[in-house]
């Protein structure tokens, strides 16, 4: 994700299904409004966000993300452990609990479970509210940043696509079980 080339970067087109009026939309780094920073990391943005192998956080959209990268140079900063291969998973636990803890609050200086407290607080007053709605907890946010660690460093595209043509072939050589008819004989 993060660690794939620059010239990886710039050939990743990322598409949006369309749902009913709205059509499919398709979006790429080199024809986005996003900056030089969220360009290189781009790869991060989608997996960190929630991508098919990561899971997504609960009302927090990939614009939300983006939006959080882009005007927090600290926070920029802050993830760009996730580039380096050498990282420990508690630097990257941590990059991760201050990278969620500014989308939900703004500022990555508050620990994930004062975060979801605080969150939980002001939701007793709501008539309605859902837990899933509250931050991830430092246990969870950790699990979530090591896997888009692993998956970042570890997960190629060429790898994808292999395991994917393999998957493919495996299933067109797959034929009827023949067995059942010598049974009704």
Known sequence: MGSASDSQVTNVYLMKPG?????????????????????????????????????????????????????????????????DQNATPDQVADAGARFIAAVYSGASNTTLNDLRLHHFEKALSKVNFSLASLPPTAAAARQHSLRVF????????????????????????????????????
């Open 19 to 83: 749902r009913g009026k709205i059509g499919t939309a398709i979006y790429s780094p080199n024809e986005s409004n996003l900056s030089e920073p969220s360009k290189k990391q781009l790869l991060f943005l989608y997996a960190f966000s929630g991508c098919d192998s990561t899971s997504a956080f609960f009302r927090q959209g990939k614009t939300k993300f983006v939006n959080t990268f882009e005007k927090n140079p600290g926070i920029q900063r802050t993830v760009s452990i996730f580039m």
């Open 150 to 185: 692993l998956q970042d460093h570890y997960t190629s595209f060429d790898e994808e696509v292999d395991i994917l043509n393999e998957q493919a072939d495996m299933a067109s050589d797959i034929t009827p079980d023949d067995t059942d008819d010598d049974e009704e004989a």
